[in-house]
């Protein structure tokens, strides 16, 4: 079964008004035991985003890295993980985590239901999770979430640590409230409500300024850093004026050295608390931020790192990936590079 939604306002991007959802039922043919389902109606070649699932029935080891495989299972399979690594389809299921359980007691568990997502869908792709209570069935229910860019600044909120919390405090002391109407109607609850509210709210507006996150905010910034620029630019404004003036050169050295140690201080510690907070389900976005984009024409499904996401405990993953052996090129040095009087001033 395949679905098309379709939005004027578009999905992922405005230019994109529409993908595509394929849901499949695979079963085995019992006359040449082949899969009712080809591998080119599961993956086609789309324009649009494409987000292919299903219980495909079949059994391929990066789906399932600690099973062990019958050399049928692996014929039958690696026609469909070929056309899609040739598509550019991501696997998005966590590896070795069971989606199908048997009733009988002598089944095995195994990862029959499959989620892929082309190469247009895929870098919005943010959880691949299993939260939900079982239906009955002996398939379990599984949560896909995608998250779109915005396509408009988000409104501002506020910025509750540089809120003024003596005068707020005392604002909120002096606040009285209307006692209720007499005559309880909807129109009068809903107007005394609204009166209340606003009683309550317009101190906090008053006292708390806002702050909007934009696309150039940086999860690792902080006031240290704001200060550390503002002494560089400085410095380095001093400097321009008398090229020659040792003294002045030098303090501009100081303060610029200052400012991109501490940025690089900032970035070790957020790295740090993201890998420390990492779970099965984000350690592919710790893997991506660590080794970057795969060149191109690389194969895009996902290899098999069973000791990453075979478990499910986050303080193991988190300590898993911390491993030294986990490339950190989040962390990347900055190119060290010699002042001179062109050198222009810098900014979050």
């Known amino acids: 079964m395949a679905l098309d939604p379709f ?25 040449n035991n082949t899969l009712s389902v080809p591998p080119d109606i ?14 495909l029935n079949i059994h391929h080891p990066t789906a399932d890295p600690l099973r062990v495989f019958k050399d049928d299972e692996i014929a039958s399979s690696s026609p469909y993980f070929d056309r899609a690594t040739d598509l ?10 069971f989606t199908q359980f048997s009733m009988s007691l002598i089944g095995h568990p195994g990862v029959l239901d499959l989620a892929f997502a082309g190469p247009l869908l895929a870098p919005y792709f943010t959880e691949w999770s299993d939260p939900l209570l079982s239906t009955g069935s002996d398939h379990i ?13 988000p409104p501002p909120t506020p910025n509750w640590a540089l809120t003024d919390w003596t005068s707020l405090e005392s604002a909120l002391k002096a606040t009285t409230m209307s006692p209720p109407p007499p005559l309880l109607t909807t129109r009068s609850l809903d107007v005394w409500f609204s009166t209340n509210l606003g009683r309550v709210t317009t101190p906090f507006a008053l006292h708390t300024p806002l702050k909007r996150v934009t696309s150039r905010s940086k999860p690792w910034w902080s006031e240290l850093l704001s200060v550390l620029r503002k002494a560089y630019n400085s410095a380095l404004h001093t400097s321009k004026r008398d090229h020659f003036d040792a003294s002045l050169l030098a303090s501009a050295r100081s303060a610029r050295s200052a400012y991109f140690k501490a940025i ?34 690389s194969q895009s499904v996902r290899e098999p790192l069973s000791r990453l996401s075979s478990t499910k405990r986050p303080s193991t993953t988190s300590s898993l990936v911390r491993h030294p052996g986990f490339t950190t090129r989040f962390c990347s040095r ?9 050198m222009r001033s810098v900014g979050p």
Do not use: C, M
Request: aromatic share 10%.
């Open 141 to 153: 229910p599984i949560l896909l979430r995608f998250e779109a860019p915005l396509f408009q600044a």
């Open 264 to 297: 690089k201080k900032g970035k070790r510690a957020h790295w740090s608390s993201f890998l420390a907070s990492a779970t099965p389900q984000t350690v592919w976005t710790a893997k991506k931020l660590a080794i970057g984009r795969p060149p191109p024409g």
């Open 7 to 31: 939005t004027p306002d578009g999905f992922f991007n405005p230019s994109t008004t529409g993908f595509t959802i394929i849901n499949s039922y695979s079963t085995k043919r019992s006359s």
């Open 334 to 342: 900055s190119k060290t590079a010699s002042l001179s009087p062109r």
């Open 42 to 55: 599961i993956f086609p070649s789309s324009p649009l985003p494409t987000l292919t699932l299903g219980d």
């Open 88 to 97: 550019g389809f991501s696997l998005l299921n966590t590896p070795a985590v």
